[in-house]
């Protein structure tokens, strides 16, 4: 007991922002879950500190993770976050999670950048320079440096990507439409935009995982960087958002993301015989950032630098971490590309991520129209996060004309991206698409922007 009043008055130090009841209650309910494993966890405890070789409980299952409550200890400690990317200093605040649970979350508003972040290379301007990464999911698949070769073996396949001369095309959609069917995606950041994000601190685990897809939210790193999973495939949209080395880029509002875990790419491009280096300090063991259900995000190893043998299929598992001296529960990064988590065990909270931009992913968009990200319990919307689907659609890689046939059907993007991809994505169902669109297939086919040249 001694021990989690200590741990958490490092907790109510980084909470000073709180003032008033609200503050007691969240505090009050961390000290109930630290208080109700201190007890059984003693003698865990003491082997951890004693003995390096610590044993790890076998936590697999078939399908999702089962753990003894459906709650678990509080893992964020603001202390760890980097000051450099805040717009304003984190605070705990009310929120409400997807299952309707009223709970406790992490404010966290952060510039587009970390002012302490360097950030690149991506697209190359010709075939004799070297760019950032991708992963190829067509023949010959795998994690590549975008350079000369890979640009040629895609030419082989039917995409090209470069003129005569070998210079390559570059767009930056965030400010006009590629005149070219194939071009390496380079946007330039907005350095006025802000983002919102709310992670809850008491962790909540879901009846069901729920699986991430294309470009889902999958939190915030310690740097105050966000993250998402994979990003869209080049056979859908015909163009290449190009990762740096460090698996981020710029989303088309303006603002700069994660599609990998960051801190332990050294383990990928070992494992993957790419031959890359991330700038930033690596660290296969270290904690990466917070999952957007508070879970943790860790490097590939565990604390004692082996390979995790237990993991379930959202690769986490109940087990030791850096810092501290009890079990949690966490997530673990791969030595595969992309390194991170397939699906999030744990319950989100509503609304929890926005930006001001104007465009991309959690944009609050001027003249009236609306996105999932501001709306997200219109009855869709809840009907799909009741029945464990916590995704949203995204916007990001969308193909030139996509909005406009959007536009013609009188529909939103995020609808029309969102059947699609419920559809079978690169080849939808069209005949399902308009069904659940309420419109013909005749003007659905119509309107759509034709498929990448290849």
Not at 9 to 21: E, F, L, P, Q, T
Not at 366 to 384: I, V
Not at 408 to 416: A, F, K
Request: with cysteine; aromatic share 8%; glycine share 10%.
């Amino acid at each position: 007991m001694v021990k989690c009043v200590s741990q958490l008055s490092i907790i109510k130090d980084n909470y000073s922002g709180i003032v008033g009841k609200g503050a007691m209650l969240a505090l009050t309910a961390m000290l109930t879950a630290c208080s109700s494993n201190s007890v059984q966890t003693q003698s865990d405890d003491l082997e951890h500190r004693h003995n390096k070789q610590a044993r790890h409980d076998h936590h697999k299952e078939d399908d999702h993770v089962k753990v003894a409550s459906t709650r678990t200890a509080t893992q964020i400690n603001f202390s760890l976050f980097n000051k450099a990317a805040m717009v304003k200093d984190p605070k705990v605040v009310s929120c409400t999670l997807v299952n309707g649970d009223a709970a406790y979350c992490a404010k966290f508003v952060v510039k587009y950048l970390p002012e302490d972040l360097d950030i690149g290379p991506f697209c190359p301007s010709s075939l004799d320079r070297e760019g950032g990464i991708w992963e190829w999911d067509g023949r010959k698949s795998g994690l590549y440096r975008v350079d000369g070769a890979f640009f040629q073996m895609l030419a082989e396949q039917g995409y090209t990507f470069y003129d005569e001369k070998g210079r390559v095309y570059i767009t930056d959609f965030a400010d006009k439409k590629s005149p070219h069917e194939h071009s390496c995606i380079n946007v330039a950041v907005d350095k006025e935009v802000e983002i919102t994000m709310l992670i809850p601190t008491e962790p909540v685990i879901a009846d069901a995982s729920s699986k991430l897809g294309v470009v889902d939210k999958v939190g915030m790193t310690l740097s105050g960087v966000p993250i998402f999973s994979d990003a869209p495939s080049v056979q859908q949209t015909g163009h290449i958002p190009v990762l740096d080395t460090c698996a981020g880029h710029v989303d088309p509002g303006g603002w700069y993301h994660y599609h990998g875990t960051a801190t332990d790419m050294a383990s990928v491009y070992e494992h993957e015989g790419v031959h890359a280096e991330c700038h930033l300090a690596q660290d296969s063991s270290a904690l990466f950032g917070y999952a957007f259900d508070g879970i943790g995000i860790y490097g590939s190893h565990d604390e004692n630098g082996r390979l995790p043998t237990d993991l379930d299929t959202c690769h986490g598992h109940l087990g030791y971490v850096q810092g501290k001296q009890e079990k949690v529960y966490h997530y673990h990064a791969t030595e595969d590309f992309p390194n991170l988590p397939p699906c999030l065990s744990g319950v989100v909270a509503r609304n929890n991520f926005s930006t001001t931009a104007e465009t991309g992913v959690g944009a609050v968009k001027n003249k009236g129209s609306q996105t999932m990200a501001e709306h997200p319990d219109e009855p869709d919307g809840q009907r799909r996060r009741m029945q464990g689907d916590q995704s949203e659609p995204r916007g990001e890689g969308f193909p030139p004309g996509f909005e406009e046939a959007a536009q013609t059907l009188g529909v939103s993007v995020d609808e029309l991206f969102q059947a699609l991809n419920d559809a079978g994505g690169p080849n939808a169902d069209i005949g399902q698409v308009a069904k659940v669109l309420g419109i013909s297939e005749e003007a659905l086919t119509a309107a759509l922007p034709q498929p990448p040249q290849r």
